[in-house]
């Protein structure tokens, strides 16, 4: 198994470059492109909305922490963690919205793009748990 966390202040640029690393570390054991694609789409998601929610303003003690375990052969682990407000399970909706909405996508988005969908809170710490199992050719061969 392999760990990675990457951390940055929850801002929109910010937020976007940790998913952008990720990817980067990505491409170390993953070779098919599509995959790259939906979890790049997926941890942007993940990472933008601790960016634009999470926190009611940037202060030095607000974090956006992103840890990605890689388990080859086998399956890949996210999770997304903020020490802001946190999201209440009961109230998300992972349905597609209207295509009139302008909001709402990101929690539909990741959950119909990875295998599993936790929302935990351990203390203060809010984290989005993302797991999505690659299949033998999805591996980068080493």
């Not at 392999?2 to 940790?18: G, M, T």
């Not at 790049?40 to 990605?68: F, M, P, Q």
């Not at 009961?90 to 936790?118: N, Q, Y």
Request: glycine content about 4%; some cysteine.
């Amino acid at each position: 198994m392999h760990r990675f966390v990457l951390e940055s202040v929850p801002n929109p640029e910010e937020s976007r470059e940790v998913a952008r690393k990720a990817i980067i570390i990505l491409k170390d054991f993953v070779v098919d492109e599509n995959l790259l694609h939906d979890m790049d789409l997926v941890l942007t998601e993940g990472c933008s909305n601790v960016a634009r929610h999470a926190y009611d303003k940037i202060k030095d003690c607000s974090r956006l922490e992103l840890t990605i375990e890689i388990h080859p052969g086998s399956h890949i682990v996210f999770e997304i963690a903020d020490w802001g407000k946190g999201l209440c399970s009961k109230s998300i909706d992972f349905s597609m919205p209207s295509p009139e909405a302008v909001g709402g996508r990101g929690m539909f988005i990741m959950s119909e793009l990875m295998d599993t969908f936790e929302l935990i809170k351990v203390k203060e710490k809010n984290i989005i748990k993302l797991t999505r199992k690659l299949k033998d050719n999805q591996w980068r061969k080493k």
